[in-house]
Each structure stands twice: as structure tokens, then as C-alpha cells.
């Protein structure tokens, strides 16, 4: 099986086109199911959160989808444009794809060095799959080892202290904007779980009130009570009431799911002499954004979106090289064991069917050869039996050595070569060197053809080994 | 002036605060906590302040019982310095007011400059015994108080900048040690630009009450009001009307007071630059003695 993934994320893709190729609810399931449709022997995962998408796929070697089809059902199901898609998409194969995988896990490759929201991405992300039926044993044993393995260098390195979420880094800037907080008003637009982590770093901050407002007030409640902050300083503000929120609010917190800014210039600007023109610190987390990048050009506006946290945390990565040198040597071993594991399993599944389909050919003509041997004379015995070997040889060799005939730029043909030699320990007496053009190798027995000499025929063993 | 060695010793004092500059500014854009260019910076400060109270002391010593403080223009300059190296020896010690330093040390540096041009070239002694000496005392004090917390006040102006410069290029500010946040540094810009305020306010009813008290007519002539040095005195005044009254709700808030308290800074010195180079613009000072009659002082 080959394993890829394919896709973007916060390094290689700005967030409009991040925002574009987000895929989340019943899209998901939608786009696993149409995907799986097209291509039924592959296994299926799609990441897709505010800072990647990203399918993970597995299948059999020499079978589509290749990346640009996966490129195009990703630009053509998102709606996002080819050649922009195509200039930002990674593609990693294999052990390299595991690897990616469980760096993403371990937060390595996250905005925010280490942090721990992204294990929680990737096991929806799984469960997603699961549900749609799209995982198969090799991104079940790739997803499952990632997730565990995550954790292991989470509490070996360290490299989940400190700043390693977005709310903390946001904790960071509110305190390089104000002194202090028992007079603040913090506000939070959305209720999902972004919104609750980074929520319950600022309300570490002991604000005199912390709002939460939301489309669906239940939410907000439910919001509300998780983090466990007592009535008289918290509650929940019906999202009408957004504007009068905006005056009262110093540091504003959006996560919602709206697919247009929620909060624009127009709005803004009107509010800020309401305001008395008080600083105002707005952490946008929404993919899309839910705040208009025009409102941070505004005065005494201090607006930090997604990709504004990436700058800070790559300055953290330096900090932090020697955690994430430790983390990637334990990584390194496990995708080694990881990958071998999945080859190995693979490997076990192919001879096990090998074994199942020679069984059965052999089972065929076995009955076929009784048949005539219990009408035969004795002397037609012998004749009887070689051509019982040779139908039985060239059904075995049918399949594989039509596949010399279709070699392609994935799967050249030196490559069935060395594999025949490999397997079947054929020396190298007599090498005549590469084909030329127009000259067939080894062309296609048919295997119900009358048995053919033991020499001398393109069909024979004897010819397949030179 | 007529002693070199207090030109020399300025000199000194001014090489002094101009290598604590360049500690705390590699400080500030390297990005680097560096406990001991920290250590370094302060001995310079604390030496550059006791060279200028020995300075200071030196004047006195010199001059006899007869000396007055602020007696010229260069008293008033040693004065500010000596002060504003305390006061940034005071502000490095406060936790939440970190960087301010790599500010004020650059202006203490120019203000040392000033002064030993001061001293050594634009010598002028002020006229105080033709003077009312309560009020003349009154000016000089509230003028140079009045400065030195303008100073403060356009030190915290530059900081903020500064912090919001680096917070609006969203760059990393975990690296920025102890770099004040901006609500204390709109808050110090207004407290200092209030004090100030106050101080000039008393300085600028001095200088009216010399101008017009007792029936004398101008020093400065008829058009007194008009003149550079009071145009620009009641301008500064005014900026930090402005300024101590930003956080009434007003739009000046934030960048717009920091900017306002470095102007205000900027007309304070211009109007000592126009009172050092047009002596017909100044009420209180007699004309620069020959050599030979100064030696005495």
C-alpha cells in the first residue's frame, strides 16, 4: 500500500486559502463518501482545521487517485482556485507521510509549538473517517500510533509547557497592552472548543466580567458553566447585543464558525468614540476570520488573527529547539516502526490473498485434470499431467506478466524486473540488456491456451527469465 | 564659561551617559535580558548622576556663599541631568516600566551635550539681583521641573511607540523581557504631562509676574507676549493641557498622546535653544562676561 498525504497548512497557504479549503461537518462526511466513490480501494482520512487541510490516503501501489487527482477534488469540491491550490499543496509519500502525520500530532507542526488542541483535531478527524467508513488497517495502525506516540513525546520533551496554545500567546499580548485586569471586560464571540481553551487562559487573568455571546444562547451557557467562573463575574449576552458588547469590552475573543466577518470597519468605527477610544484587544481565531483586517488599522485597536500568532510562535520554536530536537528523535524511531509495521502487515495481507488465489487456480484445475483422468487411459496419463503443469503455470503467470505490458512513470518496468529476480532468485546468465522500442518482453499468456513446449515459447518461464 | 574643568568633567559625564545609551538601545534591539550590560548600564547612570551632584556641589564650592542655585543656564541643565540620571536609575528598578531607560538615556545624553556647550560656549550668567529673587526662583524651579517631567513624560511617549510598534508588527513579545505594557505608559505620560503641566503653569505666572510686576515695563520689550520664547513657552503649555486630559474620553488617546508628549518636549527645548540663541529674547540674563571679570565665579 502507498500511503500520501497531500494538502496545506499555515506555512504553505494564506489564511483565504485556508480558508476556502476548510472542510467541517457534514461537508466532511460528504467529501470522504464522494472521494471514497471515486476510488474504492483506498483508505481515507481528511485533517481539516483552521490551520491545515489535509487528506491522508492509503492504497494499493499502482492505483489512482495520484496527487493531481486529489489536487483537483480538493480545488474543484472547495471552490478554490487550481493553480493557487497547486502552488501551496504539499504532498508527502509514505514513511514521509507517516512522519508528517505524527509531527502534526505531536504539535511540531503546529502554529503553536506543542500545543495539544491539534490531538484532539486528529482524533475527530479519525472518528470522521471511521464513521464514513473510509479507514482501513493501515490508517487505523498510522492514526492510532500517532495519537499515542503524541502523547509520549508530550510528557518526555516538555514540549507542551508554556506557551503552546493560542491562548496563552494571547494572555502574553493582553499583558503587553494592559496592567492590569480587575477592571477588564472580556468577551467571547462563538462557543466552540477553541473558543473555551483560549477563553480559559484569559479568564486566568481574573477580568472584572467575561462575556460569552453566541448565535445559539444554549451553547454560550454550556460555555459558561465548563469554564466554572462564578455568576457575578461571568454570563452570556445575547449576540443582538454584539455592538453594546463592543463598547464595553477590552479584550474581544472571536471564534465563531460565520463564513463572513461578523465584525467589519463599517461597524466598528462607529463604536469607537462610544468606546472613549479605550484600547481594545481583539483575538480572531476563526477560520474564516470573523473580524475585518481593516478594524486592526483602527486606533487603539490591537487585532491578532490566526496567522498573526504564527510569527510569535516561530520566534518560540528557536527558543524551544532542543525540546523539539528530542521530540523528533522519538518520532523518528516510531515512524521507522510505524511504517515497517504497516509494510509488514501489508506484506502478511498480500500473501495470505496470494496464497488464497493460488489455491483456488490450483483447486480449478486439479478438478478439471481428475475429470479427464478418471476417463483416461493409462497411457495418456503422463500427457495428461503435463499439461496439468503447464495450464497451471501459465494461469499463475497470466496476471503478473500482463503487467510488464503496462508499465508506467510509477512503476517502470526495471522495476517488475528487478522485483522478478528478486523474488524468484533468477540469475543473471544471460542479461541482454534494456528493451528496445516496440519489442515486448513478455507478452500475455492466455490461460485457458492449449499447453505450450516447455521451450521456446514467450510464454514460458524459460523466456520470462531472460 | 571661565572653568575648564567643569567643561572637562561634563565632557566626561556626557561620554559616560552616551555608553549607558548604547548599553540599554543594544539592550532594547537585541532583545537580550544581558544581566551585565544591566549592571554595566546602571554604574554608568549612577556615576554619570554623582559626577553631575559633584559638578553641582563643584559650582558652589567655587562660587562661595554668595552662589545661587540655577544661577545660570548651565546650573539649570547640570540640575535636569542630575535629577533625570535618578529618575532613570528609579524607573529601571520598576518592574512594569522596563525599557524606558533606552529612552531617557539618549536625552540625558543631549541634555549633558547641551550643557557643556552651555558651559563652554553660550555662557550666561542669569541677571538675579536686578530680579525679584522669590519670583525668579519660583520661575527657574517650575520651568525646570516643569521640563524634567516633560521629559519623563516624552521618554514614556517614545516607549509606547515603541511597544505598540513592535505589537502591531505582531512580532514576538515574549523576548521583550520586561519592555512596559502600554496602559502603564499612558498612564505615566499623563501623570508627568499633569505634573509638568502644573510646574510650567507656576514657571510661565512666575515669568508674567517678573514681565509686568511692579509696574516695570517688559524686559522684553512692548511686544513681550508675542516674543519666540513666550509663543513657544504657552504652546508647550498648552500640548500638555491636551495631553493630561487624554484619558477624559478624548481621541488623543494612545500613539496620539505619546506623539504629543514628545512635540511638547520638543517645543520646551526649542524654547531654551531661542532663549540660549537670541539673548534679546531672554528678561533675566545679563550679558556674558569678559574672562577676566568672571574668573571670580
Given at each position: 500500500m502507498k500511503i500520501i498525504m497531500l494538502g496545506v497548512n499555515h506555512r504553505t497557504a494564506p489564511v483565504g486559502l485556508r480558508e476556502q479549503l476548510t472542510i467541517t461537518g457534514e461537508r466532511m462526511a460528504a467529501a470522504l463518501t464522494r472521494l471514497r466513490a471515486a476510488h474504492p480501494a483506498s483508505e481515507l482520512v481528511i485533517l481539516s482545521t483552521c490551520n491545515r487541510t489535509e487528506v491522508y490516503l492509503a492504497r494499493p501501489a499502482h492505483e489512482p487517485p495520484t496527487a493531481e487527482q486529489l489536487t483537483d477534488f480538493l480545488s474543484g469540491y472547495c471552490g478554490a482556485d487550481r493553480a493557487a491550490l497547486a502552488a501551496s499543496v504539499i504532498l508527502r509519500e509514505n514513511e514521509q507521510a507517516v512522519a508528517h502525520l505524527f509531527r502534526v500530532c505531536a504539535g511540531l507542526d503546529s502554529m503553536v509549538l506543542g500545543e495539544s488542541q491539534i490531538v484532539g483535531q486528529v482524533k475527530r478527524a479519525y472518528e470522521q473517517a471511521q464513521n464514513s467508513e473510509t479507514v482501513g488497517p493501515v490508517l487505523h495502525k498510522v492514526f492510532q500510533q500517532a495519537i499515542a506516540v503524541s502523547k509520549e513525546a508530550r510528557s518526555k520533551t516538555g514540549i507542551d509547557t508554556g506557551r503552546v496554545s493560542v491562548g496563552s500567546v494571547a494572555v502574553d499580548f493582553a499583558q503587553r497592552i494592559f496592567e492590569r485586569f480587575d477592571d477588564k471586560t472580556v468577551v467571547g464571540i462563538g462557543a466552540g472548543d477553541m473558543a473555551k481553551l483560549t477563553l480559559r487562559h484569559l479568564a486566568s487573568l481574573r477580568p472584572a466580567k467575561l462575556w460569552v455571546t453566541n448565535r445559539t444562547p444554549q451553547r454560550a451557557q454550556s460555555l459558561i458553566e465548563r469554564l466554572k467562573l462564578p455568576a457575578t463575574s461571568a454570563g452570556v449576552r445575547p449576540f443582538e447585543a454584539l455592538d453594546e458588547l463592543l463598547v464595553e469590552a477590552d479584550i474581544v475573543l472571536t471564534s465563531t464558525g460565520s463564513q463572513k466577518p461578523i465584525i467589519t470597519a463599517e461597524r466598528f468605527k462607529p463604536l469607537l468614540r462610544k468606546r472613549r477610544f479605550r484600547p481594545l484587544f481583539i483575538i480572531d481565531i476563526a477560520v474564516p476570520r470573523d473580524v475585518d483586517p481593516r478594524v486592526g488599522g483602527l486606533n487603539n485597536v490591537y487585532l491578532y488573527n490566526i496567522d498573526d500568532l504564527q510569527g510569535v510562535v516561530a520566534a518560540n520554536v528557536n527558543q524551544r529547539s532542543e525540546q523539539v530536537r528530542e521530540c523528533e528523535a522519538i518520532l523518528f524511531e516510531e515512524v521507522r516502526s510505524c511504517y515497517a509495521e504497516v509494510q509488514n502487515r501489508d506484506v502478511g495481507r498480500l500473501i495470505k490473498a496470494l496464497r488464497q488465489r493460488l489455491h483456488d487456480l490450483g483447486r480449478l484445475e486439479h478438478e478439471r485434470t481428475a475429470r479427464k483422468m478418471s476417463a483416461a487411459a493409462p497411457d495418456e496419463m503422463p500427457a495428461i499431467l503435463e499439461e496439468h503443469t503447464n495450464r497451471l503455470i501459465n494461469k499463475i503467470l497470466h496476471l503478473p506478466l500482463s503487467q510488464l505490458d503496462q508499465s508506467s512513470p510509477e512503476a517502470p518496468l526495471g522495476f517488475y524486473a528487478a522485483a522478478l529476480r528478486r523474488l524468484f532468485d533468477l540469475k543473471e546468465e544471460s542479461r541482454p540488456g534494456p528493451p528496445v522500442d516496440g519489442e515486448k518482453v513478455a507478452p500475455p499468456v492466455e490461460p485457458d491456451t492449449p499447453p505450450a513446449p516447455t521451450t521456446g515459447t514467450a510464454a514460458t518461464p524459460e523466456r520470462s527469465r531472460s | 564659561m571661565?572653568?575648564?574643568?567643569?567643561?572637562?568633567?561634563?565632557?566626561?559625564?556626557?561620554?559616560?551617559?552616551?555608553?549607558?545609551?548604547?548599553?540599554?538601545?543594544?539592550?532594547?534591539?537585541?532583545?537580550?535580558?544581558?544581566?551585565?550590560?544591566?549592571?554595566?548600564?546602571?554604574?554608568?547612570?549612577?556615576?554619570?548622576?554623582?559626577?553631575?551632584?559633584?559638578?553641582?556641589?563643584?559650582?558652589?564650592?567655587?562660587?562661595?556663599?554668595?552662589?545661587?542655585?540655577?544661577?545660570?543656564?548651565?546650573?539649570?541643565?547640570?540640575?535636569?541631568?542630575?535629577?533625570?540620571?535618578?529618575?532613570?536609575?528609579?524607573?529601571?528598578?520598576?518592574?512594569?516600566?522596563?525599557?524606558?531607560?533606552?529612552?531617557?538615556?539618549?536625552?540625558?545624553?543631549?541634555?549633558?551635550?547641551?550643557?557643556?556647550?552651555?558651559?563652554?560656549?553660550?555662557?550666561?550668567?542669569?541677571?538675579?539681583?536686578?530680579?525679584?529673587?522669590?519670583?525668579?526662583?519660583?520661575?527657574?524651579?517650575?520651568?525646570?521641573?516643569?521640563?524634567?517631567?516633560?521629559?519623563?513624560?516624552?521618554?514614556?511617549?517614545?516607549?509606547?511607540?515603541?511597544?505598540?510598534?513592535?505589537?502591531?508588527?505582531?512580532?514576538?513579545?515574549?523576548?521583550?523581557?520586561?519592555?512596559?505594557?502600554?496602559?502603564?505608559?499612558?498612564?505615566?505620560?499623563?501623570?508627568?504631562?499633569?505634573?509638568?503641566?502644573?510646574?510650567?503653569?507656576?514657571?510661565?505666572?512666575?515669568?508674567?509676574?517678573?514681565?509686568?510686576?511692579?509696574?516695570?515695563?517688559?524686559?522684553?520689550?512692548?511686544?513681550?507676549?508675542?516674543?519666540?520664547?513666550?509663543?513657544?513657552?504657552?504652546?508647550?503649555?498648552?500640548?500638555?493641557?491636551?495631553?493630561?486630559?487624554?484619558?477624559?474620553?478624548?481621541?488623543?488617546?494612545?500613539?496620539?498622546?505619546?506623539?504629543?508628549?514628545?512635540?511638547?518636549?520638543?517645543?520646551?527645548?526649542?524654547?531654551?535653544?531661542?532663549?540660549?540663541?537670541?539673548?534679546?529674547?531672554?528678561?533675566?540674563?545679563?550679558?556674558?562676561?569678559?574672562?577676566?571679570?568672571?574668573?571670580?565665579?
Open positions: - | 571661565d572653568n575648564p574643568l567643569i567643561t572637562a568633567a561634563l565632557v566626561v559625564l556626557t561620554l559616560l551617559s552616551l555608553a549607558a545609551s548604547g548599553l540599554a538601545l543594544r539592550r532594547l534591539f537585541a532583545r537580550s535580558s544581558g544581566r551585565i550590560a544591566t549592571r554595566a548600564e546602571q554604574l554608568l547612570i549612577t556615576a554619570c548622576s554623582l559626577g553631575l551632584l559633584a559638578v553641582f556641589l563643584y559650582r558652589k564650592i567655587q562660587m562661595g556663599p554668595g552662589w545661587q542655585p540655577l544661577e545660570a543656564h548651565v546650573d539649570g541643565l547640570v540640575l535636569i541631568g542630575l535629577l533625570f540620571g535618578v529618575v532613570i536609575l528609579f524607573l529601571q528598578q520598576r518592574p512594569r516600566l522596563g525599557g524606558l531607560d533606552a529612552f531617557g538615556l539618549p536625552l540625558l545624553t543631549v541634555i549633558l551635550a547641551w550643557s557643556v556647550c552651555a558651559s563652554a560656549w553660550t555662557y550666561r550668567a542669569f541677571d538675579l539681583n536686578t530680579l525679584h529673587p522669590v519670583w525668579m526662583a519660583v520661575h527657574l524651579a517650575g520651568v525646570y521641573m516643569g521640563t524634567l517631567s516633560s521629559a519623563v513624560a516624552a521618554i514614556a511617549g517614545g516607549t509606547f511607540l515603541y511597544v505598540q510598534h513592535r505589537l502591531r508588527s505582531k512580532q514576538n513579545i515574549a523576548d521583550t523581557g520586561r519592555l512596559a505594557n502600554l496602559e502603564s505608559l499612558e498612564s505615566l505620560i499623563i501623570r508627568t504631562a499633569t505634573i509638568g503641566f502644573a510646574l510650567l503653569t507656576l514657571g510661565l505666572l512666575a515669568g508674567l509676574v517678573i514681565q509686568t510686576g511692579g509696574g516695570a515695563a517688559s524686559r522684553l520689550g512692548p511686544g513681550w507676549w508675542h516674543s519666540p520664547k513666550v509663543l513657544l513657552a504657552v504652546l508647550a503649555w498648552a500640548v500638555y493641557a491636551v495631553v493630561m486630559n487624554v484619558r477624559f474620553g478624548s481621541a488623543f488617546r494612545g500613539a496620539r498622546a505619546a506623539w504629543l508628549s514628545i512635540f511638547g518636549l520638543v517645543l520646551l527645548l526649542a524654547t531654551y535653544g531661542v532663549v540660549t540663541a537670541l539673548p534679546n529674547a531672554r528678561d533675566d540674563a545679563r550679558p556674558t562676561r569678559a574672562p577676566s571679570s568672571e574668573t571670580p565665579r
